[in-house]
């Protein structure tokens, strides 16, 4: 009888390449509808697309246990950043209770000009990056104190968070701590620092690009009133505790990242550092008090309703919006995967490139596509890492030229999709619409068609294959 009912079972249903795009293309559809032209938030059209996709996914012959467990799947891939959003957000809060963004803001008024300001953010975030090797924690730190400057400078708020961005995804894209990085010359079984090399020919030309193209947007910035700037930092001293001591919890992130010891934790002993010394400094503050700013974020109660509105954010609760919006995205990218929607595209795409260019933008279109459809930075760099490696080997092709392209198209990519973890994170720490950062995030965009061209200049070897 157990080998009757076996014989029975009908086999779940392959997906051809036609009918993978048609799918593609719907779902796109009712995402780019209801968030673009409705100006939805993401998470209601990524519901819809999940549900409608499973009902399909059912009528074409899935059981509904594979149905969950593509969900399930998908939403494994996403507890790491899950709870890097969750720590990211009690981190926000208690920096801002200890006093560590407030002095970075305050000092960043003394030092930066209005016409250098977007140049200097967009280095210092680069630079903030590479030391530490995480985007998320230079977007969370330095970003909010920046997008608080930039606020007061009456500078667009769109333009400093795509500065703030493409600093900070820039910075991570080459530094040797970097999560991605090192997932991406794992991919390919590279060493990290041959994979560095050779994002090097790619990146410094597009952070170049952007140095310039920040210095002249700049220097259209229009004169400010340095009245509104001293205001601020006068309410900012009066408000906070405003000292070189306040930035220790900067100085502990980059030692532990320098040490590599893993996000989670470093988020977690960085809030309660903070919050340790936010109490040192007002010792009457009870435990009560801080476990609050920890679940609801830190209320500012100063005199300038400026303030109030900058350095008021933070906590657990503020990303559990968030959350939601990653737990649809991750659960439509498990259904994707599991009904081998992306595998099938991916296989075509991988048995018909014949030359080097062919195969840099195939591999690069599959990266934006796992970006634009799964919104995961790992399985970005992943999915068409496992898939292509053994194109580039068959062409004879180094894998660091497959690496690059991973770091490029893939990792870096996911900064400029809003439904994206990145997207979805920046917006959240940097309070702001997606789709009013993305026009002035270059360096995403300038590194990606940088891959290309280059991959498009590579020659294939005659002969033997390379790794």
């Known amino acids: 009888m157990h080998h009757l009912k076996k014989a029975t079972d009908k086999p779940e249903p392959v997906f051809s390449f036609g009918e993978s795009i048609a799918v593609l293309v719907v779902i796109l559809c009712i995402l780019g509808y ?25 009528l074409r012959g899935f059981k509904w246990s594979t149905v969950m467990n593509g969900m399930r799947e998908g939403l494994r891939a996403g507890v790491d950043p899950l709870v890097i959003f969750l720590s990211i957000g009690v981190l926000i ?75 900070a995804f820039c910075g991570s894209n080459i530094s040797p701590l970097s999560g991605t990085t090192n997932l991406a010359a794992s991919v390919g079984e ?16 597009a952070w170049v690009l952007c140095v310039i193209a920040y210095t002249i947007l700049g220097l259209n910035s229009k004169k400010v009133s340095l009245t509104a700037v001293h205001q601020m930092m006068h309410g900012l001293a009066n408000g906070f505790w405003i000292s070189g001591w306040a930035l220790l919890p900067v ?17 977690g002993l960085g809030s309660l550092f903070a919050a340790f010394l936010g109490w040192v400094h007002a010792p009457t503050t009870s435990i009560t008090a801080i476990t609050k700013t920890i679940m609801m ?10 303030i109030n509105t900058l350095l008021s954010k933070g906590g657990i609760a503020s990303m559990l919006t968030s959350l939601a919006l990653i737990v649809f995205a991750l659960a439509l990218g498990g259904l994707l995967i599991k009904f081998h929607i992306i595998g099938a595209i991916i296989d075509h ?23 634009l459809m799964v919104g995961e930075h790992y399985l970005a760099i992943i999915l068409p890492g496992q898939s292509f490696r053994h194109a580039f080997d068959r062409l004879g092709l180094k894998r660091k030229y497959l690496t690059r392209i991973l770091n490029d ?18 917006a959240g720490a940097l309070e702001i619409n997606p789709l009013k950062f993305i026009p002035w995030a270059f360096f995403p965009f300038l590194v990606t068609i940088l891959t290309i061209i280059m991959g498009a200049l590579i020659k294939a070897p005659h002969g033997a294959q390379q790794k």
Request: net charge positive; proline share 5%.
């Open 349 to 371: 795409l991988s048995g018909i490139v014949k030359t080097p260019g062919r195969l840099t933008l195939a591999t690069a279109v599959t990266c934006i596509g796992v970006n």
């Open 409 to 426: 198209a893939g990792a870096a990519i996911n900064a400029v999709v809003p439904w994206s973890v990145s997207g979805v994170f920046i």
């Open 34 to 58: 209801l968030i673009i032209c409705q100006k939805q938030e993401p998470q209601a059209p990524l519901f819809i697309a999940f549900t409608v996709l499973a009902v399909y996914g059912r």
């Open 297 to 306: 974020g830190y209320v500012a109660h100063t005199n300038s309703k400026t």
């Open 190 to 205: 590279i060493s990290i620092y041959e994979h560095i090399k050779s994002l090097m020919m790619t990146d410094i030309p």
């Open 93 to 167: 809060a208690t920096w801002i209770f200890s006093g560590t963004i407030p002095t970075i803001m305050y000092f960043g008024f003394k030092i930066i000009s209005v016409q250098f300001f977007l140049p200097t953010v967009f280095i210092v975030c680069t630079l903030v990056g590479v030391a530490c090797g995480s985007s998320f924690t230079t977007v969370s730190t330095m970003g909010i104190a920046f997008i608080g400057i930039g606020a007061t400078l009456k500078i667009n708020p769109g333009l400093t968070a795509g500065v703030i961005v493409s600093g």
């Open 251 to 267: 100085v502990l992130l980059i030692v532990l990242a320098i040490l590599q010891v893993p996000a989670i934790p470093s988020l």
